[in-house]
């Protein structure tokens, strides 16, 4: 319970604590390269994740980052739980903007920090706006950002991994840029596991050799699906995990 309330106490005032820096991040120079802006604004949320994981008790171990190319990619990574996004943002240093449901949209400050990280949200009861939200991602990752996707579309909670929807996988062949498929495990025991409750865990990272631009696009989108999941399910199943 202790580490519950610390976490709520800690991301409450560091939201309000941030709010220079977002205007900061707001008014940045668009003449910036790409890279480097989203590297400057990448920062503070990595700063504040890491933290978030220092508070969880939480040992992280992260293998195969050196795989990850320059230049835009789509990250795909199976979705365990709600740690997800911090462990991730505090672990892989290539900045990324991520795919998010539009109900987040409400959360304050949050919402705009998500903005700033060129995040995109989608609205999944809506089949029309969620497409112009994909044209946007596309966009986004021919302007040069990266963007990470859970194509599970829920959290698997530890169980096993969900089949891939293929929105994502469609708007890596719009973009024509890499995917760079990358496994998790045990962010479900920090959180989900335990009625709710925050407790240490050991999550491990495995970031998988990268699917290049010319297989993504030469591939139908439901088999390239089913390839990125076999090889985030066969990284796991490395780990001892039913895939």
């Known amino acids: 319970m202790l580490r519950l309330i610390i976490f709520f106490l800690y991301m409450g005032g560091y939201l309000v604590y941030s709010l220079p820096a977002l205007t900061r991040m707001r008014k940045l120079n668009a003449a910036l390269p790409v890279e480097e802006r989203d590297r400057i604004i990448h920062n503070v949320p990595q700063k504040w994740s890491r933290t978030i994981m220092r508070i969880s008790g939480s040992q992280v171990k992260v293998k195969g980052q050196e ?141 998988c050799k990268p699917v290049n631009s010319r297989i993504v696009q030469n591939m139908e989108a439901k088999f390239l699906a089913q390839e990125v999941r076999e090889i985030i399910c066969s990284s796991l199943t490395g780990k001892k995990i039913a895939s």
């Open 67 to 207: 795989l990850i190319p320059g230049g835009p990619v789509v990250i795909v990574c199976n979705h365990e739980g709600d740690f997800d996004i911090p462990v991730l943002l505090a672990s892989i240093d290539k900045p990324f903007g991520f795919i998010s449901k539009v109900e987040v949209k409400k959360a304050p400050i949050i919402s705009s920090w998500m903005e700033v990280m060129n995040c995109v949200f989608i609205d999944r009861s809506n089949r029309s706006k969620a497409v112009n939200s994909l044209k946007d991602a596309a966009l986004l990752l021919r302007q040069g950002h990266s963007l990470l996707i859970f194509p599970e579309g829920t959290r698997s909670k530890g169980g096993q991994v969900a089949p891939f929807k293929v929105g994502g996988f469609r708007l890596a062949q719009d973009a024509g840029v890499p995917i760079v498929p990358i496994s998790i495990k045990g962010t479900a025991d920090v959180f989900e596991k335990n009625g709710r409750l925050i407790k240490p865990a050991k999550i491990e990272i495995q970031v």
